[in-house]
């Protein structure tokens, strides 16, 4: 089970191809190493509180709590949106996400929920990899880099990195 963290909340969805093209190559690789690879979509299953709503709808919700003053309220919203987040973390394998640009890079490396989610898989020991093709990092928070590096990596484009998911499949069948 793959989990697809980004920038969500009032973000501007800078590369919104990205989750389709990545899904579509890792299960190609899948079955040419025949494995089935499931994905967990945040913005799906973990950020839509109101069935009706969507992402824009819930951050224009939780910043009218927060003006006026309501923080009860924005915790109780905020406690079931991680709820289903944290849940969506603890069953997936691994997490990967993918920038194109500096400016991506940086509002990915701002993100509070992003940060609390690749902080509790590295707390499972479970790898996060960041395709990053953009080679301005200078300047990127080096801990927020750090949490892709501890149980993962960072790539430069999406081909290293099924290059190594499939050398990973590998290493397993000839231990």
Not at 52 to 69: H, R
Not at 95 to 119: D, P
Request: proline content about 2%; overall charge positive.
């Amino acid at each position: 089970m793959v989990y697809l963290p980004h920038t969500i909340g009032g973000a501007k969805n800078f590369n919104p191809e990205w989750k389709g093209k990545l899904m579509h190559r890792i299960r190609t690789l899948g079955k040419r190493i025949s494995v089935t690879f499931r994905f967990i979509d945040p913005v799906k299953v973990t950020y839509l509180v109101k069935k009706s709503g969507t992402v824009k709808d819930n951050s224009a919700y939780a910043a009218a709590l927060v003006a006026e003053g309501r923080f009860g309220d924005l915790k109780r919203f905020m406690q079931h949106i991680w709820g289903r987040n944290a849940a969506s973390v603890d069953r997936a394998d691994m997490n990967i996400t993918w920038v194109k640009t500096r400016r991506e890079l940086v509002a990915l490396s701002r993100s509070v929920g992003t940060i609390r989610e690749l902080s509790r898989a590295n707390d499972q020991h479970k790898p996060s990899f960041l395709v990053c093709e953009t080679s301005h990092v200078k300047g990127i928070n080096k801990h927020f880099l750090h949490l892709f590096l501890m149980h993962g990596a960072i790539f430069r484009n999406l081909d290293e990195l099924i290059t190594y998911l499939a050398g990973i499949n590998n290493k397993t069948k000839t231990s």
